[in-house]
């Protein structure tokens, strides 16, 4: 069974920066295209941004020139650089590849707040 373990959250002022990073065991990452989530008390999961198997990105707006999503696959890892964060940034953020075909995982706690 795949397990996805997101870390690398916290609490941050605005226009800090954090890294976040999504792990896997039980299968291999670099076979996916893989997505970074956030979600919101009350609010559907949105996605952040992805990164296909060639490397190829693609962010939402409200992210683009701020975050930067990559991998390393010797590691079987994504990862999610967040730098001049923002309030509107507060969310829990998890990792799944494109078609959420594997479980979700905790999940990491972004709170960006003065």
């Known amino acids: 069974q795949v397990q996805l373990v997101e870390s690398g959250g916290g609490l941050v002022q605005p226009g800090g920066s954090l890294r976040l990073s999504c792990a896997a065991s039980?299968?291999?990452?670099?076979?996916?295209?893989m997505d970074w989530f956030r979600q919101t008390p009350g609010k559907q999961r949105e996605l952040v941004a992805l990164i296909t198997v060639s490397g190829t990105t693609q962010y939402r707006d409200s992210v683009k020139g701020r975050f930067t999503i990559s991998r390393d696959n010797a590691k079987n890892s994504v990862y999610l650089q967040m730098d001049s964060l923002k309030p509107e940034d507060t969310a829990v953020y998890y990792c799944n590849t494109n078609s959420m075909q594997f479980n979700w995982g905790q999940g990491t706690q972004v709170t960006v707040t003065s």
């Open positions: 039980g299968s291999i990452l670099s076979i996916y295209t």
